[in-house]
């Protein structure tokens, strides 16, 4: 099955302490990219990646790191987790970027006290 | 500005009618445009793309695209309650490698 898989999908964590989210996707898409969700702001992208090794800031990325050694993960990066980065963060996936379609993963809902 | 605007809503219609749902852009190289259906605390799912002005029909599902006014809309005919959802208006704009969303419309279907 065609599918992105995001992990953990909840997670409460402390300021300060650092924390990866995964996301890995099966259907050899070259483009990949993190959103965050907030109510009232929708989506807004935060990093994209064109292919391995390739990455570019979104409209927000400030306190986000991502890297793309493999094709199938693009992981996410808060070195340093601040209360307002809690959020609801999808990771998505399309073939060729913005022109097609994107499939997107299961969401991780994250909370920064 | 915003670059890709929706109101929020609700919409309400009752079921069987036809819900029509709106959203404006502001880049007129627009060149793909994609109306995602999103249910409360899940993933965005993708019901509709257009590229070309007029209308796309999928089922019960229509997407118009007007690039002159800078409009794209979704009709859904047959309304269902389990349509009811927030709907997302997506944009890719001109030299950029992402889409822009809209902040999405809630959709309530009343049974």
């Known amino acids: 099955e065609a599918q992105v898989t995001q992990n953990p999908r909840y997670l409460i964590t402390v300021t300060g302490k650092k924390l990866t989210v995964t996301c890995s996707q099966n259907m050899n898409h070259e483009y990949m990219s993190w959103y965050r969700q907030d109510p009232g702001l929708g989506l807004r992208q935060i990093y994209y990646s064109m292919n391995v090794e390739v990455t570019d800031k979104g409209d927000v990325p400030e306190g986000y790191k991502v890297s793309r050694k493999e094709k199938r993960n693009f992981p996410l990066i808060l070195e340093s987790p601040s209360p307002n980065q809690t959020s609801l963060y999808f990771c998505?996936?399309?073939?060729?970027?913005?022109?097609?379609?994107?499939?997107f993963g299961q969401g991780t809902r994250l909370t920064v006290v | 500005q915003k670059e890709v605007e929706q109101n929020s809503g609700p919409l309400s219609v009752p079921e069987g009618a036809i819900a029509s749902l709106n959203c404006t852009y502001s880049?007129?190289?627009?060149?793909?445009f994609f109306w995602y259906r999103q249910y409360s605390g899940k993933s965005p799912e993708l019901i509709m793309s257009i590229y070309s002005n007029g209308d796309k029909e999928d089922g019960r599902f229509t997407a118009q695209l007007n690039k002159a006014s800078q409009y794209v809309s979704l009709l859904i005919r047959d309304s269902q309650p389990s349509d009811s959802a927030t709907y997302l208006c997506a944009v890719q704009h001109t030299g950029r490698r992402a889409l822009t969303f809209g902040s999405g419309t809630r959709l309530q279907v009343q049974p």
């Open positions: 880049d007129r190289g627009s060149q793909s």
């Open positions: 998505a996936s399309s073939l060729k970027g913005a022109i097609t379609e994107a499939f």
